[in-house]
């Protein structure tokens, strides 16, 4: 099964200013799907952003990107011009076939 | 459009109640997972079917938990009999096979006494 390490129990970052969460993965399967989920403190869990593993070039959503290093088994997601309103948990997660697994989250704060 | 839907939202229960979460996804979606969230285990997936056929179930707790999925729009997630240590929110997602998202519900929160 896949592991999926997020390394920043917590972050923080000015408003307006860029932010980066890390996510490692390791999996045997050629093929898989990255994802990244934001989990306000409503709970609700929304979908922000999909990479493939074979997908050339980095997935981006408006102020969401992701940095797709396929050797490091590493994507990161990019949030740029930090919003208030970005303030919540962040999950990443790598699905194989509809078997989707989970990080342990990062908590973003926001700073006015 | 309907997302998916998850009934009861928050429940509160004896231990040794039996608890059965209901979950609705979407239409024209034919996979269908269950996870469990707490503070210390995160996000962890319970069940996952296909067309309505559980594919693996290695991530159910144990015995005392079970889910079906009768039809295509109607899964339920049964625990019996409830422990303290099952307090958590419970999410159904459903996604549409080799896409590539899995939208999830709102959660339903159960809190076992």
């Known amino acids: 099964a896949q592991k999926i390490t997020q390394t920043q129990p917590g972050m923080f970052v000015q408003e307006k200013e860029a932010v980066t969460l890390d996510c490692t993965y390791d999996t045997s399967d050629p093929s898989y799907g990255l994802f990244w989920y934001k989990q306000p403190s409503s709970g609700e869990m929304i979908f922000l952003i999909y990479q493939g593993s074979y997908d050339q070039q980095n997935a981006t959503e408006g102020r969401y990107s992701l940095n797709f290093q396929k050797a490091r088994k590493s994507a990161n997601l990019v949030i740029s011009a930090s919003q208030l309103g970005d303030s919540a948990m962040y999950f990443c997660?790598?699905?194989?076939?509809?078997?989707?697994?989970f990080g342990a989250g990062t908590r973003l704060t926001v700073k006015p | 459009d309907a997302g998916v839907i998850q009934s009861p939202r928050h429940e509160v229960t004896e231990m040794g109640q039996e608890v059965t979460l209901r979950c609705k996804p979407i239409s024209g979606h034919n996979s269908l997972f269950w996870y469990r969230q707490t503070m210390m285990r995160g996000l962890e997936l319970l069940i996952y079917?296909?067309?309505?056929?559980?594919?693996?179930d290695s991530g159910m707790p144990e015995d005392r938990f079970s889910a079906k999925m009768p039809n295509a729009s109607f899964s339920t997630l049964k625990i019996q009999p409830s422990e303290p240590r099952d307090s958590a929110v419970y999410f159904c997602a459903s996604s549409l096979r080799h896409r590539n998202t899995i939208y999830f519900g709102e959660g339903s929160w159960l809190t076992v006494v």
């Open positions: 079917f296909n067309n309505n056929v559980p594919i693996d």
């Open positions: 997660a790598t699905a194989n076939n509809n078997d989707m697994r």
